[in-house]
C-alpha cells in the first residue's frame, strides 16, 4: 500500500532556514552559506521520508520565502518596479519581490486560504512577458535523485495560481486573471519537459481554490488548462492536490474528469462531506489519495478510525490505487516532537508534530497492506484514551460559565458615537491622534534577559528593573515623538499570543514546535488541550507601571479571544466555538481588572478574525456570528468613558466589513498600506463607519522607512472616504520585528504627517 506527503515545514527543527535568512539579510553571511543551509535541509526531509517508507515524496515545497512568490519568479512574472532585465532570478531581485528594498516597496502579502501563514500575491496584467526565469523545480528534483531519492515535483496549479492574483498596478481592477493562462502554460510546459528528461515520473499540482465557492467560468478554466498541458504530460503521472476543505459537489465533478489526470488528493479531516462524494462517484481506475493524518493541527491520529476509513475506500477504489496521504501540506504544523524535552509524558503522549505525522502516514499504509504494527497501533490507542479521561481537561465550572453566555449577545448598552463623546471629553485628544499598534522593537539584549529569567539566571527583582528600563526608554521615545496614545512595548512578552496562553489555564507550550507566518517569521502556537480560565490577572502590573511613568493615555493591551483560538493548537474534542466563549471570559476578567487600574484606553487586537473565515460562504454567518459575540463578551461590562480598540492584521476585509462593525469597538486600526489602500474602497462604496479608525499609514513589514509627504498622502486618501474626527494615524501593525534605526524615523515622519494635515484642516 503507498504512501504521500503533501507537503513538509521547511524553517528546520530548530529554525535553521530562519537563522540563516536572517544572517544573509543582514549582511553576516553569504549566499553560499544561505544554499548550504538549505540544501542540508532538503536532504534531511528527503532521507527522513524515505526511511519511513513514503513512496510519493514531494519536492520543490522548500522555499527561501514562499511557494506562491517561487511561482511567479518561476514564469517571470517579475513586476517593472524591481528592474530585472531577464535571466535567471537570482536572490537580489526575489528577495525585494518579498520583503522591499531602500527605494521600492515589497509585493502584497496575504493569508494563504484560512492559515496563518502569508503568501506574496502576484501583481498581473495583459503587459506581462511571461518567460522561464527559475529552474528550482527541475534543480531540487534533480538534488534529490542525486541523492537516491525519487520525488513528485510540488507546483501551485496554473489556475489557482492566476486565482490568488490580482491585478498589477495600473491595470483594471475588472481585468480577467484567468484570461492570462494561455501566457503561462507555455512555461508550464517547459518546466513539465525539463522534469520528464530528468526522470520524474509523477508530478502534482496543487489546485487548493477548487474547493472554495467558484463560478462556472472559473471551473471551465480547469479542464481548458489540463486539457492544454494533457500531451505535454504524457508519459508522468499527473496527481492535482485539493486541501483545507469539503470539495464543493460541482468542483469535485470538474476535477475527477479533468484530461490527462491520473489521481487526487482530497483533505479527508476538514472534508468529512468530500467522503460521500468518492464513495458515490468516484471514477475507475483512478488513484485516491487520501488526506486522513491532519497536516493544519498537532493531534496524534486516531489510527484504528483512520485505517477503517481507508478500508471503506479501498473497496471504492482498490488495493492498487489508494495511497495514504495527509490532509495538507504538514508546513502547517510545528516539526517534530523529539525536540520538546519538556513537555509532559502524558501531553506528549496526545501529540505528533510533522515527523510524527509521517511515520503514522507509513504506519496506515503497512496496516493496510496486511503488516500492521500492533504495538504501535496499540500505544496510540492508550494515547487517545488517556486523553479522553484525564481530569486536566476537563473544568465544570468554566464549562457552565460558557453555557450560560447563549441568552445574551453581550453589547454595551451606549452607542458607539455616544460612547466617542464621553471619551474624548476624558482623553482630550486632538483630530487625526497618532499611535502605535503595541509593540517595539525586541532588541537581542531584551531577548537575552527573558531567556536568562526564564532559565532562572537572574532573579524576578532584577527582571522587573529590566523590563521597567524598557518601558521608560520605550514611553519617552513615544513623548518625545509627540504621539497622542502610548503603549508600553510589550518587552516582557514574547509572542502576543504564548504571552497569554501562558498564564491561562488548559494550555501547554513547546519548546520548538515554531510554525512559519511569513518569510522567515516563525509563530511558536500554543497548545489547548483543556477548559480555559484565568488563575489571576495577566497585564496590570505591567500596564499601571507604564502608564504612571507619563500623563498620556497608555493603552492596555490584550490578544482577543479568536486571534488566541485561530493562533493556537486548537483541541479537537469539542467545537471550536466552545473553547472561544471560555477564552473570551478569560479576557473579560483582564479587561475589567485593567479599568479598575485605571487604565483608560484597552486595545484588544483580533489580528487573526479574518482568517478563521470558512472558505464556503455558507459557512460565514455562523464563525462571524459566534466570533464577533465572542469579542463582544470581553468589553460588554466597561463603562462609556473607558476607549475598547481592536487591531486586525493583512486579510481581505472587505467582505466581512459589516461584521467588523458589528464587533462594536470604539476604534479599530487596520492594515492598508500593503494591500495598495484595497480597505478604502470599502468606504468610497458608501459604508457607513461611524467608530474611530485607523486605517494603516505604512508597512511595517518591509525595512523601508516612508517619507513625510508619503504618508501625508496616504492619510489625504483616506480623508477623502472617512470623517475628519474618526480618523486616526498609526502604522499596520506591530513594531517588534523592526529596528530602532528603522521605527524612529518612520515613526517621526508619521507624526510630521499627521501635524501638517492638522495644521491645514485648521485654517
Same mark, same amino acid.
Given at each position: 500500500m ?9 524553517? $528546520? ?16 553571511? %553569504?549566499a ?6 538549505a540544501?542540508?535541509l ?7 521520508m ?9 519536492s520543490n ?25 531577464g535571466g ?12 522591499g528594498?531602500a527605494?521600492v516597496?515589497?509585493?502584497e ?10 503568501? !506574496?500575491?502576484?501583481e ?14 527541475v534543480?531540487?528534483? %534533480?538534488?534529490?535523485?542525486? #541523492?537516491g ?19 498589477? %498596478? ?14 503561462i ?6 518546466v ?20 472554495k ?9 480547469f ?11 504524457? $508519459?508522468?503521472?499527473?496527481?492535482v492536490?485539493?486541501?483545507f476543505?469539503?470539495?464543493? @459537489?460541482d ?23 468530500t ?46 490505487k489508494?495511497v ?10 510545528a ?8 513537555l ?25 497492506a ?7 497501533f496499540? @500505544? ?32 454595551r448598552a ?12 476624558? #482623553?482630550n ?8 499598534i503595541?509593540?517595539f ?12 529569567? %526564564? ?8 527582571y522587573?528593573?529590566? !523590563? ?5 526608554k ?12 502610548l ?10 499570543v504564548e ?14 514546535g ?5 518569510g ?10 483543556g ?9 496590570v502590573?505591567?500596564s ?7 500623563k498620556?493615555p ?9 486571534? !488566541? ?5 486548537v ?23 485593567? /479599568?479598575k ?8 487586537? /483580533? ?5 478563521? #473565515?470558512?472558505?464556503?460562504?455558507? /459557512?460565514?454567518?455562523?464563525? #462571524? ?34 461584521s ?10 487596520i ?14 462604496? $458608501? ?6 479608525i ?14 513625510t509627504e ?30 530602532y ?6 515613526l ?5 504627517? @499627521?501635524k501638517?494635515l492638522?495644521a491645514?484642516?485648521?485654517?
Open positions: 503507498a504512501s504521500h506527503i503533501v507537503g513538509y515545514p521547511r524553517m $528546520g527543527p530548530k529554525r535553521e532556514l530562519k537563522f540563516a535568512l536572517e544572517s544573509f539579510w543582514d549582511g553576516k553571511s %553569504k553560499e552559506d544561505l544554499q548550504t543551509v540544501a542540508d532538503r536532504s534531511s526531509i528527503w532521507k527522513q524515505a526511511a519511513a517508507g513514503i513512496k510519493y515524496i514531494p515545497t522548500f522555499s527561501y520565502y514562499d511557494q506562491v512568490l517561487d511561482t511567479t519568479t518561476m514564469i517571470g512574472a517579475v513586476p517593472p518596479r524591481y528592474n530585472w532585465n535567471e532570478i537570482g536572490f537580489d531581485t526575489y528577495f525585494s519581490m518579498a520583503r528594498n527605494s516597496p515589497a509585493m502579502m496575504t493569508k494563504w486560504f484560512d492559515t496563518n501563514y502569508h503568501y !506574496i500575491v502576484p498581473l496584467g495583459p503587459e506581462v512577458k511571461f518567460t522561464y526565469a527559475s529552474h528550482k523545480a534543480n531540487e528534483y %534533480k538534488e534529490a535523485k542525486a #541523492l531519492v525519487d520525488t513528485v515535483p510540488v507546483f501551485v496549479g496554473p489556475v489557482s495560481y492566476l486565482l490568488l492574483s490580482k491585478p498589477a %498596478k495600473g491595470v483594471e481592477k475588472t481585468f480577467d486573471l484567468l484570461s492570462l493562462l494561455d501566457k502554460l507555455p512555461i508550464y510546459k517547459e513539465i519537459a525539463e522534469l520528464k528528461e530528468a526522470g520524474a515520473t509523477w508530478i502534482q499540482f496543487d489546485e487548493a481554490t477548487l474547493v465557492d467558484l463560478e462556472a467560468h472559473q471551473l471551465q478554466a479542464t481548458k488548462a489540463y486539457a492544454d498541458l494533457e500531451s505535454a504530460c504524457s $508519459g508522468l503521472n499527473v496527481l492536490a485539493t486541501y476543505a469539503d470539495i464543493p @459537489a468542483a469535485f465533478k470538474t476535477l475527477t474528469t479533468l484530461p490527462g489526470v491520473a489521481g487526487y488528493t482530497f483533505d479527508l479531516v476538514r472534508g468529512e462531506q467522503l460521500d462524494l468518492i464513495k458515490t462517484s468516484f471514477p475507475s481506475g483512478k488513484y485516491l489519495f487520501a488526506g486522513v493524518v491532519d497536516g493544519r493541527n498537532i493531534w496524534a491520529n486516531d489510527l484504528a478510525a483512520s485505517l477503517k476509513v481507508l478500508e471503506s475506500l479501498e473497496a471504492i477504489v482498490g488495493k492498487d489508494l495514504v496521504s495527509t490532509s495538507s501540506s504538514l508546513q502547517h504544523t516539526v517534530d516532537l523529539v525536540n520538546e524535552t519538556k509532559d509524558d502524558e501531553i506528549k503522549s496526545w501529540l505528533a508534530f510533522a515527523a510524527q505525522k509521517v511515520v503514522e502516514v507509513g504506519a496506515l499504509a503497512k496496516a493496510l496486511g503488516q500492521k504494527d500492533e504495538a504501535f496499540a @500505544a496510540n490507542a492508550a494515547a487517545l484514551a488517556s486523553r479522553k479521561c484525564s481530569p486536566r481537561v476537563t473544568n465544570e465550572a468554566v464549562q457552565k460559565a460558557a453555557a450560560a453566555l447563549r441568552g445574551s449577545d453581550h453589547r451606549t452607542n458607539v458615537s455616544a460612547r466617542l463623546d464621553a471619551q474624548q471629553k476624558k #482623553l485628544l486632538p483630530i487625526l491622534p497618532t499611535t502605535t503595541g509593540s522593537p525586541q532588541t537581542i539584549e531584551l531577548r537575552r534577559v527573558r531567556r536568562e529569567y %526564564k532559565a532562572k539566571k537572574i532573579s524576578e527583582e532584577e522587573i528593573k529590566a !523590563i521597567k528600563e524598557e518601558i521608560f520605550v514611553v519617552q521615545l513615544q513623548e518625545e515623538l509627540d504621539i497622542d496614545v503603549v508600553h512595548g510589550e518587552p516582557e512578552r514574547n509572542d502576543m504571552y497569554f496562553g501562558e498564564q491561562l489555564s488548559g494550555f501547554a507550550f513547546t519548546a520548538n515554531w510554525v512559519q507566518s511569513y522567515s517569521r516563525c509563530v511558536k502556537p500554543p497548545i489547548i488541550y477548559d480555559v480560565s484565568r488563575p489571576k490577572a495577566m497585564t502590573f505591567w499601571t507601571m507604564a502608564q504612571e511613568m507619563t498620556r497608555m493603552k492596555g493591551m490584550l490578544t482577543g479571544p479568536v486571534t !488566541i483560538l485561530n493562533w493556537s493548537f483541541r479537537n474534542d469539542q467545537p471550536r466555538f466552545e473553547t472561544c466563549y471560555q477564552i473570551a471570559l478569560a479576557i473579560k476578567d483582564e479587561v475589567e481588572d485593567l /479599568e487600574a485605571g487604565i483608560t484606553v484597552i486595545q484588544i487586537d /483580533e489580528a487573526a478574525l479574518r482568517e478563521g #473565515l470558512p472558505l464556503r460562504k455558507a /459557512e460565514h454567518a455562523f464563525y #462571524l456570528d459566534w466570533a464577533v459575540h465572542s469579542f463582544r463578551i470581553t468589553n460588554v461590562g466597561v463603562q462609556d468613558t473607558t476607549q475598547i480598540h481592536t487591531h486586525m492584521c493583512y486579510s481581505n476585509f472587505n467582505d466581512i466589513i459589516h467588523i462593525i458589528n464587533m462594536d469597538a470604539d476604534v479599530i486600526t492594515e492598508n498600506s500593503r494591500s495598495d489602500e484595497k480597505l478604502l474602497s470599502v468606504f468610497r462604496e $458608501g459604508v457607513k463607519y461611524g467608530a474611530g485607523g486605517p494603516g499609514v505604512y508597512d511595517i513589514h518591509s525595512p523601508r522607512i516612508p517619507s508619503e504618508i501625508h498622502d496616504r492619510i489625504n486618501k483616506m480623508l477623502a472616504v472617512l470623517e475628519t474626527n474618526i480618523l486616526w494615524v498609526n502604522p499596520d501593525c506591530g513594531l517588534k520585528t523592526r529596528k534605526a528603522e521605527v524612529k524615523p518612520a517621526e515622519n508619521m507624526v510630521a504627517a @499627521a501638517k492638522r491645514a484642516l485648521a485654517k
